[in-house]
């Protein structure tokens, strides 16, 4: 129906979705450090408001990168988003995050040995804050973001009622 440069609009019968262009995926980060988990906020275009997430980023979204390994694509994202370093980058799966809508997956890597290199912030002007949340606060940090109108990444419900169990 339609091609953009990142995302194509399909239709089969009559069902409506949206791919990834060119064969991009996504990398998602779990990245816990000394208790604390490290989480981005960023303004997002869809929402029309900020977003808090598990940091992320497109694997294989430049020409010169296509067949970029998602596994360094995550430890890059990581360190430009959140200004951490992972020693250890581990594949935790691949998943589809709204499989009624849109056939994107992403694969989840678990960051470990991390080190602060950086402030993070994104590039070219994402303007992405980081938050280092304590577990144990998670669920308030979560519901003070709800209360003030951010959108929250259905990626932390599930870490939120995982960390119930730790």
């Known amino acids: ?8 609009a399909k239709r089969q019968g009559r069902w409506e979705y949206v791919s990834r262009s060119r064969g991009i995926r996504a990398a998602v980060i779990l990245a816990i450090d000394q208790g604390h988990v490290l ?3 960023q303004y997002r275009v869809p929402l029309g408001k900020k977003c808090i997430e598990l940091p992320a980023g497109l694997v294989g979204d430049h020409d010169d990168n296509s067949d970029e390994d998602a596994s360094l694509a995550a ?58 949340v304590a577990l144990d606060q998670l669920n308030g940090f979560i519901e003070q973001k709800r209360n003030n109108d951010i959108g929250i990444d259905v990626r932390l419900l599930m870490l939120s009622n995982l960390v119930k169990f730790i």
């Open 1 to 8: 129906m339609w091609e953009g440069r990142f995302i194509t």
């Open 39 to 41: 989480l981005v906020e």
């Open 75 to 132: 430890i890059r994202e990581l360190e430009e988003e959140t200004g951490y370093r992972a020693e250890i980058m581990e594949d935790c799966g691949q998943y589809y995050s709204s499989p009624g809508m849109v056939s994107e997956s992403f694969s989840l890597f678990q960051a470990k040995g991390l080190t602060k290199v950086g402030d993070g912030g994104g590039v070219d002007g994402e303007n992405i804050t980081v938050h280092r």
